[in-house]
């Protein structure tokens, strides 16, 4: 099955700084790749994600990037914000119309921004 | 965008009885849903898959008689945590597929005294 290591655990940063998360995922079908956000005791929520037939997209600070040769997916911060504190999870899937597009998370990475 | 709630946000019981947990999409049908344990500061572990009209699918080792799902509808699943103990206390969340995406819910943090 699929497996998705995210690296770092943590990452501290300055205010106004970026932030780089990396994901690698093991299975070259998997098609679909969602970032998250959490806030502590909070649900996941839905940050970006981007689909295998793309490189890059990009919303506003966030912007997420693939390398499907390499298989490896990476979520950027610019600008950050206090706001920004969270764990963020990286996930991959196989997604078609009858599959049930099982999500793979990987660990986490805590994301504190100090002003 | 999608919503789904999930009720109660916090329970707790005690030793051997049972707990019911409700997912809701609620602007959407969702014909899988999904459920989800958390553990502090820990990745969210996906326990089973929960298909409208069929049986869920359990991933390997969540014993499927402790918890029990039912998809009754296209916009409700429910999970139920039989013969609770200490050790399934825990942060349960659900999640609703749209398409490709997926939507959580709240979350529910279960306590067993």
């Known amino acids: 099955g699929e497996n998705v290591e995210q690296h770092p655990s943590t990452l501290s940063v300055q205010e106004g700084d970026s932030a780089v998360i990396k994901c690698t995922y093991s299975d070259s079908a998997s098609n679909y790749f969602p970032w998250y956000k959490q806030e502590l005791g909070k649900r996941p929520q839905l940050i970006i994600d981007?689909?295998?037939?793309?490189g890059e997209k990009k919303d506003q600070r966030i912007a997420v990037t693939l390398n499907k040769t390499a298989k490896h997916f990476s979520l950027h911060i610019t600008e950050t914000q206090p706001e920004d504190s969270a764990v963020y999870f990286c996930a991959a899937s196989l997604w078609t119309t009858d599959s049930w597009g099982k999500l793979q998370f990987g660990a986490g990475t805590q994301v504190v921004v100090t002003p | 965008g999608a919503v789904v709630s999930q009720h109660p946000s916090r329970v707790i019981c005690k030793s051997g009885t049972s707990v019911k947990i409700e997912c809701r999409s609620l602007d959407f049908q969702a014909t899988t849903m999904f459920w989800y344990r958390q553990f502090p500061k820990q990745s969210l572990m996906l326990m089973a898959t929960s298909n409208e009209g069929s049986k869920a699918t359990y991933e390997q080792g969540v014993e499927k008689d402790k918890f029990l799902i039912n998809h009754a509808s296209l916009t409700l699943s429910t999970l139920t945590v039989t013969s609770a103990h200490p050790e399934d206390s825990s942060f349960y969340i659900c999640s609703a597929r749209e398409g490709e995406t997926q939507y959580f819910g709240p979350g529910t943090r279960l306590t067993v005294l």
């Open positions: 981007i689909r295998s037939n793309v």
